[in-house]
């Protein structure tokens, strides 16, 4: 079992930045490549960011290209992502997922006010 927990959403203004945490627990965290979606109101749940094991190698979607940052730290068991330049379109619960398996966090509210 793996437990994925998200923290660091809240309400930003546009142009605003926030900073996602997800910390996993349960399985040794540095043999996974590690995703965060994202999933608006009314919306599917969409491609953000994901990171390689040792955090060498990173992709984006293209919206996101440019203004968020993946990152990692396998000693805390933790992914990041850092969101700058945010635009209210950026508004959605956003999740991290361990790559290619079904576990992923509760997810995390960002909000970004125009």
């Known amino acids: 079992q793996v437990q994925l927990v998200e923290s660091g959403g809240g309400l930003v203004q546009a142009g605003g930045s926030l900073r996602l945490s997800c910390t996993a627990s349960g399985r040794t965290f540095s043999s996974y490549n590690m995703d965060w979606f994202r999933q608006a109101p009314g919306k599917e749940r969409e491609f953000v960011a994901a990171?390689?094991?040792?955090?060498?190698?990173?992709y984006y979607a293209d919206y996101a290209k440019g203004r968020f940052t993946i990152s990692r730290d396998n000693a805390k068991n933790t992914v990041y992502l850092q969101m700058n330049s945010l635009k209210p379109e950026d508004t959605a619960v956003y999740y991290c997922?361990?790559?290619?398996?079904?576990?992923w966090g509760q997810g995390t509210q960002v909000t970004v006010s125009s």
């Open positions: 997922n361990l790559h290619n398996t079904d576990y």
């Open positions: 990171i390689n094991l040792s955090g060498g190698r990173t």
